[in-house]
């Protein structure tokens, strides 16, 4: 028995490295699944725990102390995600606020809702006191004209703001988490002009970054014209403000948002096409070729036009992650070692984990990575199998290898990406294999290229003739967007699940993809349950609003809510995670109440439900009702209703957050967002 451990051991020790992100993750998501905020002395019995560990398994050679690195690396994912978590803590807004602001433009983008909207560093609240003050704010614009928005300028306006909001939903996403790490204390909106208080000037680096790709957007977009160039400016500077929303939604019906997403395939088509127009350049001249390590010039030349496009595409956090991950790859070129591999993927995600672990939690790394270790896998099992090396040897094998390439890798990222894309976004695009493959070779082989084409020939004047060849190949991409898009049965719509569900499907198929030997062929136990899971669940039957405006009640399988109009976020995701496709509107349309009424008593399983939103009504008056019901929601109740029902007031929701509720077995479930989020460093009162 100890024979074949020892020899299995052996047959992973070549992949035993790919495993260090894998187990630094685990402490990561340990500690973004506490329920309170871990004390200094949980650190520090974690870190006394990780030590002896560390002492042991650099000191041992034997085969334990492959298992005593793990301990040590769950231990350091922990206090690397705590470490972070106090190092990104800003100052938030503790009230709502209403008033003058002023402060420095930092960044410009468009909301949910399709308005412009200003992020703000060096804020100034009138009375409000600096210390209480945040560092950052987001303000979305609803009022017409005012100053033009230019980078670094000071501006004034009057806005409402309020601090992150909790999940709309227990158990949701925590949009508090997000804003914590973005170091954004406070969110609103104005309806009045925005005034200029002090021109752009004295720019630091970064703002002076900003208004170039600002500059270079506003180029773009007139060189090239309508959504074509609005896709353009996307990929190149970042800027999505023109692009139109319905486009949007087409791209992500279609599986191709991907393409719009500054990333890995934007970074990668970049520097591939730097390096090889560089590589086979220089090999034309023979002097040059017999001389110099041209592959190593051609890397060095890729990793300098990475760096131009991550600084000038807004160095965001995906941008970033590709960036690092091309970087791994031109460094074992420049170290005679094999670019693309596992371990290189594994080095790129160690990287990142550690200066960002709360990438961990992001759709956007989990989709890269999903992406990434299945194609090089895919690839690696691939080339070693003799069918392939047949094709390759074909008359036609130079054309039909790469053809036959094209379809493989497009098929395993999609399918390595789909149950992320359904967990995050409750919807997987059936036809999105068709739309990638009409779609990446021209994005590989016109786009991109006419992109860089367009960059060398600006010093000379003649950068419309790369426009023109980027703006004809992106019209094609765009066109075959809203051919898929508008296919009948163009996206599965599915309902969200808890996280466990992805993290048990993600171990799954890292067992698939790492794991060396028919062992491999464990990893769809996981990921078999997991789906059986996700497809038992059932989502609550009654869903509340924090501020208790808005009620969802299931009927029959669907959501009906009780307002055509308001907390229009909230109501997108609640239908979004029901896997309902259907808007506020449609859904306030449904049979159960009308729209709008204020007060009302519903069956919900075998116990009654009450509503009543007006204050007016005596406590007597809502104390009977109280008796009358099972649960009363009465949002703008005060204190001193009595009975024996569930009353959920103004102060209860303050306190606790939104609602779920559900009714089984003739029981009351009732969960709030804030029970569910714990106490934790973002959710706290501002300090």
């Known amino acids: 028995m100890g024979w074949s451990i020892?020899?299995?051991?052996?047959n992973q020790r070549p992949r035993l490295f790919c495993w260090v992100p894998v187990w630094l993750g685990c402490g990561i998501g340990a500690y973004f699944a506490c329920a309170v905020e871990p004390a200094m002395a949980v650190y520090a019995m974690v870190a006394m725990l990780a030590v002896p560990?560390?002492?042991?398994?650099?000191?041992?050679?034997n085969l334990w102390r492959a298992f005593l690195w793990i301990p040590f690396l769950i231990a350091l994912g922990f206090l690397v995600a705590g470490a972070r978590g106090h190092w990104v803590q800003a100052p938030k807004l503790g009230w709502n606020f209403y008033g003058a602001v002023e402060g420095t433009i930092a960044h410009l983008d468009r909301s949910a809702s399709d308005k412009p909207r200003l992020t703000l560093i060096d804020p100034v609240l009138a009375g409000v006191a600096p210390d209480k003050t945040p560092s950052r704010i987001r303000v979305s614009l609803h009022g017409q004209g005012g100053t033009e928005l230019i980078p670094g300028a000071r501006v004034m306006l009057t806005a409402h703001l309020s601090p992150p909001a909790g999940a709309v939903e227990p158990g949701g996403f925590d949009f508090q988490r997000k804003a914590w790490f973005q170091r954004l204390g406070a969110l609103g909106y104005t309806r009045l002009p925005v005034m200029l208080a002090q021109?752009?000037?004295d720019q630091n680096w970064s703002l002076w970054i900003f208004a170039v790709r600002m500059r270079m957007s506003r180029v773009i977009r007139r060189a090239i014209g309508g959504q074509p160039g609005a896709f353009a400016a996307a990929i190149v500077t970042g800027d999505r403000s023109a692009l139109d929303p319905v486009m949007l939604q087409n791209l992500r019906r279609s599986n191709l948002a991907h393409l719009l997403a500054i990333s890995g395939l934007h970074m990668g088509l970049l520097t591939g096409f730097i390096f090889a127009i560089i590589r086979y350049s220089l090999a034309l001249i023979p002097y040059l070729a017999l001389r110099l390590p041209l592959k190593k010039i051609a890397a060095v030349a890729a990793m300098v036009a990475g760096a131009g496009y991550l600084l000038l595409s807004g160095a965001n956090i995906a941008t970033q992650r590709a960036f690092v991950m091309v970087l791994v790859m031109l460094f074992a070129v420049l170290l005679d070692r094999p670019a693309v591999t596992l371990r290189a993927v594994a080095l790129a995600a160690i990287l990142i984990l550690l200066f960002r672990p709360e990438s961990l939690i992001e759709p956007g790394f989990q989709m890269s990575f999903a992406a990434t270790t299945a194609l090089v896998a895919s690839f690696d099992t691939l080339k070693r199998l003799?069918?392939?090396?047949?094709?390759?040897q074909l008359r036609f094998g130079g054309l039909l290898a790469p053809v036959l390439a094209l379809v493989i890798s497009s098929f395993v990222a999609g399918l390595a990406t789909a149950p992320i894309s359904a967990f995050h976004f409750n919807q997987v695009a059936q036809y999105g294999l068709i739309a990638n493959l009409a779609s990446v070779p021209v994005m590989g082989f016109v786009v991109m290229p006419a992109a860089v084409l367009a960059a060398v020939l600006s010093g000379v004047g003649l950068s419309s003739a790369g426009f023109w060849f980027m703006g004809k190949g992106i019209g094609w991409i765009l066109g075959v967007a809203t051919a898929v898009a508008r296919m009948d049965g163009?996206?599965?719509?599915?309902?969200?699940?808890?996280?466990v569900v992805l993290a048990v499907i993600g171990m799954g198929g890292l067992l698939l993809v790492l794991w060396r030997g028919y062992g491999r062929l464990t990893g769809l136990v996981p990921i078999a349950l997991a789906l059986l899971v996700w497809g038992q669940l059932q989502r609550p039957q009654v869903l509340i609003t924090d501020n208790?405006?808005?009620?969802?009640?299931?009927?029959?399988?669907?959501?009906?809510l009780n307002r055509a109009k308001g907390n229009g976020f909230a109501a997108r995701v609640w239908l979004e995670n029901d896997g309902d496709g259907r808007d506020q509107r449609t859904a306030a349309r449904r049979a159960l109440f009308k729209d709008g009424e204020d007060d009302w008593t519903l069956p919900v399983g075998s116990r009654k439900i009450a509503y009543v939103w007006s204050g007016k009504i005596p406590n007597a008056?809502?104390?009977?009702?109280?008796?009358?019901?099972?649960?009363?929601i009465a949002p703008n109740s005060k204190s001193g209703v009595s009975g024996r029902c569930v009353l959920i007031t103004r102060a209860s929701l303050k306190r606790g957050g939104s609602v779920a509720m559900r009714v089984s077995d003739g029981r009351i479930h009732i969960k709030n967002a804030r029970s569910m989020a714990g106490i934790r460093l973002w959710n706290l009162s501002a300090r």
Do not use: M, Y
């Open 6 to 10: 020892t020899e299995s051991f052996d």
């Open 53 to 61: 560990c560390l002492i042991f398994a650099l000191r041992w050679q």
């Open 199 to 201: 021109p752009a000037k």
């Open 386 to 392: 003799p069918q392939w090396l047949q094709i390759r």
């Open 490 to 499: 163009a996206v599965l719509r599915l309902p969200s699940a808890p996280i």
């Open 548 to 560: 208790g405006r808005l009620v969802g009640i299931q009927n029959a399988g669907l959501r009906q």
């Open 621 to 632: 008056a809502l104390s009977a009702r109280c008796r009358q019901v099972d649960v009363l």
